[in-house]
């Protein structure tokens, strides 16, 4: 098993070899979550080309099958019934406002689940957790050898330079 940049697992990176670590890794971090956004947006654009097709249809509906099918049913009830011809007329028209409702309740519900689509809410919530995670991450504390410790002069120049 190995680390990201290839270096063995448990083996002693350089502060460099970390740091080039801790890059790549938030930089996929936020590919990551910049494409989680773009799917998530795809899905709420189709949910609104679905009411908008649902609303067109009603739309064409109403426009074009409105003087055929006035006409038809029109004298279809005439024919049944033997009404007045206006009252026939008005039923025909009855009916074809009720298949354009019909049509335009099925868009209105396909408005109101776009209009709530939570793309942007969820990848926005995503990347706050990924920021608090990141902010409480803590370096792990490492034991002192002899080795390590730098000749005190070294040191008393580095904090005074600081």
Known sequence: ????????????????????????????????????????????????????????????VLVFSLPMLSFALAYGIRTWSHWNMAICFLLSFAANVLVAAVLALIGTVFAKKAKKGKGPQKVAASVKESAGVLQNAKPHPRQVTPGDRVPEAIEAVARSSS
Do not use: N, W, Y
Request: hydrophobic content about 45%; glycine content about 10%.
């Open 1 to 60: 098993m190995s680390a990201p940049d290839g270096s063995p697992v448990g083996a002693e990176r350089s502060i460099g070899q970390l740091f080039a670590s801790a890059t790549t890794e938030m930089s996929a971090l936020v590919h990551d979550e910049i494409a989680l956004a773009k799917a998530q947006l795809k899905q709420d654009v189709k949910k609104g080309a679905v009411s908008g097709g649902a609303f067109s249809a009603a739309l064409m």
